[in-house]
């Protein structure tokens, strides 16, 4: 019966022990997550979006759409798109050789989207409101990119570039 009690508080004894060890190490995850300032958006491109968390980005996954909005800036893209999000305290920097190019509104009419102001061979889709990639294009080399919808049928669409992302309507 000694040794039951005997062991019966050497058990206790681990037990608290784990659980200061876990306590713990929970505080230091929640003083680190309390440092994060910035929710990193990084597309398959390797471009990234970066949100302030002062901003209080509302992030929403739903019809195969990830979008991240504050009141200053909003993605919109596939979820197929999106390589990862993160958190991170600092903004990842960008070299001068790195800044893309945004593109103008697209042009909507008889049925086909019109871009300008893109980087050559800079890829442009249209995704389908759950998602599935309907057409696409890449840029020629005087940065426009030329995209026929009349095949698409009548519908709301996605229309992303690397740098924006426009809901389109074909009628």
């Not at 890449?138 to 426009?144: F, H, I, P, R």
């Amino acid at each position: 019966m000694f040794n039951i009690l005997k062991l019966t508080i050497m058990t206790k004894t681990v037990l608290n022990r784990l659980v200061a060890l876990v306590c713990v190490m929970l505080m230091g995850l929640a003083a680190k997550a309390q440092t994060a300032q910035y929710l990193i958006v990084t597309l398959q491109d390797e471009t990234k979006t970066v949100f302030a968390l002062a901003e209080k980005p509302v992030v929403t996954m739903a019809d195969g759409i990830f979008k991240a909005e504050t009141p200053s800036q909003v993605i919109e893209v596939a979820i197929a798109d999106v390589l990862n999000y993160t958190f991170s305290d600092q903004a990842p920097h960008t070299d001068i050789d790195q800044v893309k190019t945004d593109a103008t509104k697209p042009i909507i009419e008889a049925g086909r989207a019109q871009l300008a102001g893109l980087k050559p061979g800079t890829i442009v889709n249209v995704f389908t409101i759950d998602g599935r990639r309907a057409a696409n294009a890449v840029a020629a080399s005087n940065g426009t990119a030329d995209i026929d919808l009349s095949g698409l049928g009548n519908g709301v669409f996605i229309l992303t570039t690397p740098s924006a992302s426009y809901k389109i309507y074909n009628r």
